[in-house]
């Protein structure tokens, strides 16, 4: 709420920008701001993965789907659909929700948990005490 009633004081900041720049700009930073709850949870799955280890799976599940799903998709819907850049902008913010959905279901199975402790190492331990 605080980005969307902000929006039009911070686009002032930019002296030498044409009111219909500052217009777009404020559209877009809506934008964010009604996709910004779910982009929280969003980053707090994919750092979550990221604490376990598992490098090459936060790397594919960010630059990936940005390289194959967003980029095309953007490309896709630029070039062969009369949409207008907020429009464009607004959808490719919307299938974040898959990636979402494959956060959330990768952390709720628990792919990102690591053991860090054998159990024969705790009872050759336990054995010495």
Request: one cysteine or more; hydrophobic letters at 55%; aromatic letters at 14%.
């Amino acid at each position: 709420f605080i980005l969307v009633l902000t929006a039009p004081i911070l686009v002032n900041f930019y002296t030498e920008v044409s009111i219909s720049a500052k217009q777009l700009a404020v559209t877009f930073m809506t934008i964010i701001a009604c996709f910004m709850p779910f982009h929280s949870i969003l980053h707090a799955t994919y750092f979550t993965l990221r604490s376990g280890g598992k490098t090459m799976l936060t790397f594919i599940f960010d630059s990936g789907f940005a390289a194959f799903v967003s980029l095309p998709v953007a490309f896709i819907l630029a070039k062969f659909t009369p949409m207008n850049a907020t429009l464009i902008f607004a959808c490719v913010n919307l299938i974040d929700f898959i990636k979402l959905i494959w956060g959330l279901i990768l952390v709720k199975k628990g792919v990102w948990l690591n053991n860090l402790v054998q159990n024969d190492k705790l009872q050759t331990q336990g054995d010495a005490i």
